[in-house]
Each structure stands twice: as C-alpha cells, then as structure tokens.
C-alpha cells in the first residue's frame, strides 16, 4: 500500500511550476491532495484535488489550510531569476522567510506530521567537486549567495527548530538547479534554461547568452525532483538534508547547443556575454545520499529532458502569461 494512500496532503504553491509536478507525483499515490489558491489558477484540473482559497502571508488562511492536513509540500515562494545574485532580491528573500514561517507555525498548531521545505544548492560554499551534504555549513556561501543562500539556510534552522519542539518530521531538501514543462519563461525572471530556450525560439538575434558558457551546472528536469520529494517525507529522517540532483554536470555552452538543436535554430548568432550576472562558476554536488536512502536516481536524461521542455513550450508558449 502506498504511503500517501488516503493521506490529507496539502501542497503550497500547488499552482506553480515545482508544485504542480509534485501534485502529479502525489496523484499515483492515493493522496487525497489540498492545494491553497492565492491569485494563480490551478494547472492541473482533476476532480481528486481539493481547493481553498488563501492567502499564505495570513496566519489564519494557513490555519485553515493546514487543518486536517497529514503531510505539508511547501513549494509556495518567489521567483527571483538573476535577481539573486544582482539588483534587489529581498522581495523573494522576504516572500521565502514569510510564507515558510507562517506555514511551519500553522502546521505546529494543526499537529501535521510532516513537512517537506526547500533548501537549496545555493547554501552551499565554493567547491570545485561534487559538495556533500555534510559540508553544507562547512564556510560562507559563494558572495552572490550571501542574501538568497543564506535565506535558504535559515530556512533549514527554522525546520530543525519546529521538529525539535512538535516531533514533526521535516524533510529538507536540497535541490539543483530544475526545468521542464510549466517553468517560467517571463523574460524578467526566468532561470537560465527557460531563458535560452524562450530566445532560440523567437529567433532572438544577436543570441545572447549570459556569461561565459563555460559555467557548470547540475540541472535536473522537474518530474525527477518532485518524484525525489515524494520519497523524502516516506523515507528520510528528519532534518538530515539530501540532495536532490541529476548527479552529472554540464556546461553552459553544451545546453546552448542542444536547445538550438532541438529549437531548429541553426544558424544562430552566438554571443556570450560575460558582463553579466552568472553567479558561482562550478556547481556540482553528490547525490550518492539520495540513492543510498531514497533509492532515488534520475528517470529522465538530460537531453530528453531539455528536448521535451523546448517541445513543450513551443506548442504553448502562445497561451503563456
């Protein structure tokens, strides 16, 4: 039987991009699904979702939502693309603190016996290797992440807090960089995938690209991190963070070449420039803890991640807001 079968689960930010895969997830389980609406639709319609109106930053809207509820996704929180590392990100960091404590504290008063939040790979220090989770506090984070890693590693704190005062268990999670279908592809925010995809698609000319291309990444398609969070609250202890990655890297110059690839975009005026925010130059980090407690490992490849995410978007981008 399924962990989640008849479950009350609710799910934060169930209308956006990481919640409405993590509801996907939960639909095979026999979850009985609760999901908050703010101002955002829902993506996915299907009459086994329950939805409340609420508005998070309002401590009896999350009571309400939390009420009854066994197990919280918390993937509620702001967007905010290359404004972490340049410009002004406390909106998102503030958005994050908020919506996180307001959350934590109704599910403390409505005795929920799980939680799931986001940390982040962007709490980790500098490291030219795959980082393990014990080196998480090991030195400061890489100074563009001095605001937003931080942020996220506050966020783990508050979980240990919680946990140690209720007995609920908090799975924390430490996810790479994500993309797939339903990502933002807003030009003000969105993320270095949906951002080359979205120009390759438009046939955007001069083809900018931030940095060097030479920036490595761990990028893990979506389907892959909400099927790892899904496994988190079954299977991890509480507050022993794992990483959630695909494991392998890549550089920023091999996605430009695939994305043109499979956007047929070939004659492309490939421009890098490195005046640009791009933040930490390597990121990897070791996902051996999620396959030896979790079993997790990814399902979808790279490249036939990417390939279905320029699909994806081509055939809608029409209907995006």
């Not at 407690?293 to 490249?303: A, D, R």
Request: some cysteine; glycine content about 8%; charged content about 25%.
């Amino acid at each position: 039987m399924s962990f989640y079968k008849d479950k009350v689960v609710l799910v934060t930010g169930g209308s956006g991009f990481v919640g409405t895969h993590i509801i996907q997830e939960l639909l095979k389980t026999g979850a009985k699904i609760r999901v908050p609406l703010h101002k955002r639709p829902m993506i996915i319609q299907d009459d086994r979702i329950e939805t409340v109106q609420a508005d998070l930053t309002l401590q009896a809207d999350c009571l309400a939502a939390a009420k009854g509820v066994d197990y919280v996704f918390h993937a509620a929180g702001a967007v905010a693309a290359a404004g972490v590392t340049s410009g002004n990100p406390m909106s998102a960091i503030n958005a994050n603190l908020i919506l996180t404590a307001q959350m934590f504290e109704a599910a403390w008063s409505e005795k929920v016996k799980g939680f799931l939040v986001f940390s982040s790979s962007t709490g980790y220090p500098v490291a030219d290797y795959p980082i393990k989770e014990e080196e998480f506090w090991s030195a400061p984070t890489h100074d563009s992440y001095f605001g937003y890693g931080w942020m996220r590693r506050y966020l783990e704190r508050m979980g240990e807090f919680v946990a140690s005062k209720t007995g609920m268990k908090v799975a924390i999670v430490r996810p790479t960089a994500v993309y797939g279908r339903y990502d933002n592809f807003d030009p003000l925010t969105s993320h270095v995938i949906p951002a080359l995809i979205r120009k390759a698609v438009e046939r955007m000319t001069p083809y900018e690209v931030w940095g060097t291309g030479e920036e490595i990444r761990d990028f893990l398609h979506v389907s892959d991190l909400a099927r790892g969070c899904v496994l988190m609250l079954e299977k991890c202890e509480s507050c022993d963070p794992i990483n959630i990655g695909y494991g392998k890297v890549v550089e920023i110059k091999e996605i430009v070449g695939a994305i043109l690839q499979a956007a047929g975009y070939d004659n492309a005026d490939i421009r890098f420039n490195s005046s640009k925010p791009t933040a930490i130059p390597v990121r990897m980090v070791d996902t051996s803890k999620a396959k030896r407690i979790l079993g997790f490992e990814p399902q979808l490849s790279f490249e036939d991640g990417l390939k279905d995410t320029v699909e994806w978007y081509i055939k809608n981008k029409d209907s995006l807001v």
